[in-house]
């Protein structure tokens, strides 16, 4: 089991980004995803939200090959996004893997990872 909690703290934002390789955002939000059992880092997303949102990050710890806890992690983060009446989301290409940002909604789209989130946390899918 796995819990993903916003990260509150900025000196343990930066600790998480150094752990699984990921250049420390001061300004970002941030997630974490960890195992419950023991306590150990499995991920972390960082993001910001204006206009659109936009995920610099989705990075898994060393070690940690979990596709679904990630993809949890990934559909968390969009939520979130959705919810502050942002249905649009951009990535950085190097964010994730580039299979599993095309798994979680992205397409390249004028060399950019977008994401139409309208309709996609409703309950309905609206085709996603």
């Known amino acids: 089991m796995f819990k993903i909690t916003p990260i509150q ?3 343990l934002q930066e600790e998480i980004c150094i752990l699984c390789g990921a250049e420390y955002r001061p300004e970002a939000f941030a997630y974490q995803m960890f195992d419950i ?3 150990r880092i499995m991920g972390m997303s960082q993001f910001e939200i204006g206009e659109s949102g936009y995920i610099y990050d ?3 710890a060393p070690e940690c090959d979990d596709f679904e806890a990630m ?4 559909r968390q983060t969009m ?3 959705d ?3 942002n249905h649009t989301c951009y990535a950085s290409k190097d964010a994730g893997k580039e299979r599993f940002l095309r798994a979680v909604g992205f397409k390249e789209i004028d060399g950019q990872m977008y994401c139409d ?3 996609m946390f409703d ?6």
């Open 37 to 39: 059992d023991s306590g």
């Open 9 to 11: 703290d900025k000196a």
């Open 58 to 60: 989705l990075k898994e």
């Open 79 to 81: 939520n979130f996004i």
């Open 123 to 128: 309950g309905n899918c609206s085709g996603h």
């Open 83 to 85: 919810l502050c009446e």
């Open 71 to 74: 993809f949890i992690l990934a």
């Open 117 to 119: 989130m309208t309709g």
